[in-house]
């Protein structure tokens, strides 16, 4: 009978301990907010072993920085075993800086339970535009002009940044870039913005980019442009192109910006060129600057027909102001449907270059570039090419140079002669003599690279000079003198005379 009494306790009190009930407690992860922002914190809290009645839930106080406008408490009620129930509270996120609150769970007869959660509050995002720049102020139908601006997020967080182009419609055409754009920009990171307009019609336009945020809206950007009625055209026959005159311009493009990763990658890649010389090209554009100009003229020969002639011109500018730039590597290939072979190319006699490819891929080397100046390569095609296609032309590449220091930078060569052009070249002075007859000072002129006095006859245009004619006049005022003179002193004589026979 004891025996059946002591197992009858010990499954009374493992049912008891079976039953005894509890609740748990769970809280979701809170995502990284900027100020002014609100996030959501859940609970969800769980009834365990049995039903729990009068369950709630309490958001601890909140640190200055964040709150909530809801309740701190919330009522659950009674939960089965196994039951579960969530509430929610909306934090907003006031001051920047990391937060942490706890949340509790309690019911009758159990014990309470806790949770921390945590949340960081960023800055919010603010958008600032730099380093704009308008290529142009004024320019011709047909001519380009690029707008550059540099879009940064200086806050803590990410905003959407939306750029909207206006205000050029009526006088320009946009090449490149979109009207509208948007795009994200996390906290400390910018956004590279270029756009290209072509002149369409003469007057005037103020470019507008507008940039607005979910933040803030920073100033528009301008670029105010006045676009001439008409291209300059070539007035002086003695000008040139492929040995003929210019005639008159009626297409100009311009391009005054480096080519671009991509382009480079793609034009030595065609030209055969290993992954090394396009890094090579690559590391070299924070040296130098491209500049791609386009011209297309029209010209009436002398039997009266119609020719065209398109130049191009590549300018490569050494942005270094002490080392020289040598043996300059310049690749370029122009597009087939702008010269289907490179027979069709015409190249100055001067240039040093290579045909890589007849389709045509072309290496030219510009033996030297001064400190801050400008190398050229010119390219002539004796037919007309329209805008696309002249904005269809790919950047040049400078695939490889040699620096060396300008021997003459530093060095003086003023001769401190007046008759001498001055000049430097390789670290050697050189002093040319200036043309004879060039003035150097009062009564003086050049000769043989010497300044000398005026001859006393006559200048070297054969007329008398200055102080030849003073002293001219100075003689004939005495020989009129004395005629005067003579004269006086015949009519004196024959006047006594003719007394003397009246007597």
Known sequence: MKRILAV?????????????????????????IAEGETVTLTATVTAVGDSVGNVSLQLGDLSPGV??????????????SGQSSSKSWTIRGDVAGTYSFNVTASGTDVSDVFQNASMVVNTAAFIEISDKTCSETTMDIGETITMNFIVKNTGGSSATVTTTMSGYSSRFTLTSGSVTSSAEITAGSQSSKS?????ASAGTATITATVTSTENNPTAQTCAVTINAALDTSDDDSETV?????????????????????????????AGLTQESIDRAVSLLEKIGVKKEVIVRKRTLTNGTTAYTTTITFTIKNKDGTNLLKNVKVILEIPKTVAENASELVIPSNENYTIIKADPILEFEIAEIAPNGTGKVDIDINKQISGALADSIL????????????????????????????ACSGGNCSNTSVTNGTVCGEGKSCKAGACVLIAAEENQEGEQTPEQKAAQDQTNLLLIIGAVVALILIIAIIGAIVLKKRK
């Open 242 to 270: 492929s040995g003929v005159p210019a005639g008159d311009i009626i297409l100009s493009r311009v391009l005054d910006q480096n080519p671009s990763v991509e382009e480079i990658t793609a034009i030595l890649s065609s």
């Open 395 to 422: 950047q040049a590449v400078v695939a490889d140079f040699e620096e060396a220091a300008d021997l003459c930078v530093g060095k003086n060569c003023d001769d401190e002669n007046p008759c001498t052009t001055d």
């Open 195 to 199: 756009y290209l307009f072509t002149a």
């Open 67 to 80: 709150s909530t406008s809801d309740s701190s408490t919330q009522s659950v009620g009674t939960l089965s």
């Open 8 to 32: 009858l306790i010990m499954l009374v009190a493992m049912v008891g301990f079976a039953a005894a009930a509890s609740v748990s407690l769970s809280l979701n992860s809170l995502e990284t």
